[in-house]
């Protein structure tokens, strides 16, 4: 028999199927389109985590005050740690005089922050502000600006502010030059900041000896983080080491136990994300397995049982001269055509799924979105494959039948 | 009314002949086809085989005329052939021993009472089984001896089986019946489907082209059943209860379709029934009783006693 001839009988057979037939198909299509949907949110998830890691700068190091032993281990995000034993520790210049011997440290700045009441055009909006050194700031930071210019060494009451404070939070734009009111501190616009998406778009930038006559409680010399900018990134790890040792003699501390301060890296913190990401894409990947080898199941159950009613039909064939090839071909291309079938529904679901999970969790997804030739084609793959392989045993066991006990079936 | 008259009812009421007219009819379009000569006569006389000179057949022409060597060495050959059914503890032989030859060209008809064997003999005359013990000889080869895949290409190419439940495939229509062992022979679709027009017009469905088996009459479907049985011109027909599902008129259109296959066209037909006005047909008759032949007849064709 011709490959067409197979697949014009394998079609007959499909076209009429029992309603049965076509439940099974809905056990693939969930299964592809679980698959679909995952496997491209997961690279939607990728992408976006990916593209506002890649402005991330991978060689800083962040200290400050305050330890759990809880999160020691996690280098979660700094905010997360000040609870403890020790929050009315200090990080003062001292700190940063005992670390500058550091060599693997390449830059080093204290930095305060706080929130401040800040004016324009009439209007007060509660904004947060950070200090930070001049002479550094522009050679650690990772921000540019859209317009106007970073912080310069002679600075003093000037501020570089966030793209959402320029356009979004008074009803006038600020713009470059304009002079906005901190605690009734004029303080001059130097430059705007790009875009990031986060909220970093709402803060303001100015250097650290403006910002301690405007923040409430800043003291001078004493910092609420201390920022280091590693020599390069290879270096991250055993500088982190070196800081630890560092300020534990320097603090005179002796025991972990009474430690005061912690260490953060933007690097781990990289990492223990786009880890997350991946084990999270894993599960829900492994969940969709799941539910693809469920269908297959099915197939299988569906396949064993239309075996089993056609016994006669393939007693019939085999007396008019079908070869045991023939059956199991057949049967094979009917079971192939169930993942195809499932295989292109499949797909159009795992669009509708990917699609609305996107469009749930936040409109930047979406730019990732949508789902890729290559994965709809892998998909499709995927469920022939299974359609194949869920067909083979009931396929071989009907083209092994004998032709008199098959034809005798009742 | 004698049995002769009484077929003749029902052939005018049947009217067998038309439909042999039609077979004649297209054997003549076939000729003429093919030869390119216009003579277009009734041809009452159908020398001119249409299968062997049409060239849709799969099988070889060489095999369509003549398989044995001569007319001395049987076609089919049963040498102390035993049937043993295993049923757990139990064994029950359905065929006990039965010598049998079968000469290409004749109407063998085997006779039995029900249980008697008749099915599970034509099982193995038709390559559907293997005996227990003993050989069943196919133009002098053991059936035994030979792989699936040999066996299923003399049943698809030799044999042409007709069941008493017809055993059409309910998915496919008419045409797709007919032309299915045209398409396990890898016949070219074009001429497949050229042979199973011809064929239906022979059995006289082709307005019923495109009916489901589900669609069709009891008569019809075996109707059907036969022109499948013909589509790759087997040289042997055999039939296991061919009318037993069919009413007697039907029953008898069947029969005679059979009996001028096997005059004009020179088949070898084996039925199998306990229909015993079957045997006005036979050229031989195989009684058969309880796995056993009891007795075998000689018969000279359609002297039926009166
Ligand atoms: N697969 C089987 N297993 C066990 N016994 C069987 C099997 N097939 C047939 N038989 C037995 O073999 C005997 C002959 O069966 P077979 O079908 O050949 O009878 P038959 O002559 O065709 O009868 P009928 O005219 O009713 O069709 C029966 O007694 C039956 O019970
Ligand atoms: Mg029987």
Redesign the interface.
Same mark, same amino acid.
Request: net charge positive; charged share 30%.
């Given at each position: 028999?011709?490959n067409s001839?197979y697949l014009k009988m394998a079609l007959?057979?499909l076209?009429?199927s029992k309603l049965r037939s076509w439940l099974t198909i809905i056990g693939i299509v969930i299964g592809v389109g679980s698959v679909i949907g995952i496997v491209s949110l997961g690279d939607a998830m990728q992408a976006s985590v990916q593209s506002s890691l890649s402005d991330l700068d991978l060689t800083k190091i962040t200290i400050s005050p305050g330890y759990t032993q809880a999160s020691s281990n996690m280098h979660g995000p700094p905010g997360m740690r000040e609870s403890g034993a020790s929050t009315d520790s200090e990080l003062t210049k001292d700190d940063i005089a005992a670390l500058r011997g550091l060599d693997s440290i390449q830059y080093i700045s204290g930095e305060i922050s706080g929130s401040e009441k800040v004016k324009y055009a009439g209007q007060t909006a509660t904004l947060s502000i950070t200090g930070v050194d001049p002479q550094v700031w522009k050679y650690m930071t990772t921000l540019k600006t859209q317009s106007g210019r970073l912080l310069e060494p002679a600075d003093k009451y000037v501020a570089v502010i966030g793209s959402s404070i320029a356009s979004e939070t008074y009803d006038h734009d600020i713009g470059v030059n304009q002079v906005i009111t901190i605690n009734n501190k004029s303080v001059r616009v130097v430059g705007v900041l790009e875009e990031k998406g986060e909220g970093d778009d709402s803060k303001i930038y100015m250097p650290i000896d403006g910002a301690l006559n405007l923040i409430t409680d800043a003291k001078k010399d004493v910092y609420d983080t201390i920022t280091v900018k590693a020599r390069s990134e290879d270096l991250v790890d055993s500088l982190m080491d070196d800081i630890v040792k560092k300020l534990m003699v320097s603090r005179h501390i002796i025991q972990e136990d009474d430690r005061d301060f912690s260490v953060t890296a933007s690097k781990s913190m990289a990492e223990s994300v786009t880890e997350m990401l991946s084990s999270m894409t894993l599960f829900l990947g492994a969940i969709a397995a799941v539910s693809l080898l469920v269908g297959s199941v099915g197939i299988a159950n569906t396949m064993f049982t239309s075996v089993l009613e056609k016994t !006669?039909?393939i =007693?019939?064939? !085999?007396?008019? =001269?079908?070869?045991?090839?023939?059956i199991l071909m057949i049967f094979l291309f009917n079971s192939a055509m169930v993942g195809f079938v499932g295989g292109i529904l499949g797909i159009m679901l795992g669009w509708i799924v990917s699609y609305g999970l996107q469009s749930m969790m936040g409109g930047d997804m979406t730019a990732g979105g949508g789902v890729s030739i290559s994965l709809m084609i892998e998909g499709l793959t995927l469920a022939i494959i299974i359609g194949v392989i869920s067909g083979v045993v009931p396929a071989y066991r009907a083209s092994k039948l004998?032709?008199?006990d098959a034809?005798r079936y009742e | 009314m004698t049995l002769t008259e009484i077929i003749e009812t029902f052939k005018t009421k049947l009217n067998p002949s038309k439909t042999m007219d039609s077979l004649e009819r297209t054997a003549n379009f076939y000729d003429e086809s093919e030869n390119g000569s216009g003579e277009s006569d009734s041809g009452e006389d159908l020398k001119s085989n249409p299968y062997s000179n049409s060239a849709t057949v799969a099988v070889k022409s060489s095999e369509a005329t003549r398989i044995t060597l001569n007319e001395k060495e049987p076609l089919i050959k049963l040498t102390d052939v035993w049937k043993i059914y295993q049923m757990g503890e139990v064994e029950f032989a359905a065929l006990k021993g039965i010598d049998l030859e079968i000469y290409e060209g004749e109407f063998l008809v085997v006779l039995g009472p029900s249980g008697s064997g008749k099915s599970t003999l034509m099982n193995l005359l038709g390559c559907l089984d293997l005996p227990s013990k003993g050989t069943v000889f196919l133009n002098s080869r053991d059936i035994s001896e030979l792989a699936e895949s040999e066996l299923a290409r003399i049943r698809g190419q030799m044999i042409g089986f007709i069941f008493q439940s017809f055993n059409l495939i309910p998915t496919l229509n008419t045409m797709g019946n007919v032309i299915l062992p045209l398409e396990f022979q890898e016949e070219e679709p074009e001429k497949a489907r050229q042979r199973g027009e011809y064929l239906l017009e022979i059995v006289g469905l082709s307005d019923k082209k495109f009916n489901l088996p589900s669609q069709l009459s009891g008569g019809q479907r075996q109707r059907v059943a036969i022109a499948r049985s013909l589509a790759v011109n087997p040289p042997i027909i055999l039939a296991d209860e061919p009318t037993g599902n069919l009413d007697t008129k039907t029953g008898d259109y069947i029969l005679d379709f059979l009996s001028k296959l096997h005059e004009k066209e020179g088949k070898t037909i084996i039925i199998v029934t306990h229909d015993l006005d079957i045997v006005k047909h036979a050229t031989r008759v195989v009684y058969i009783r309880d796995g056993e032949i009891e007795k075998i007849e000689e018969r000279t064709k359609n002297k039926s006693e009166k």
């Open positions: 028999m011709r001839t007959n057979m076209l009429h !006669k039909e =007693g019939t064939m !085999k007396a008019i =001269g079908a070869k045991n090839r023939d004998k032709p008199v034809l | -």
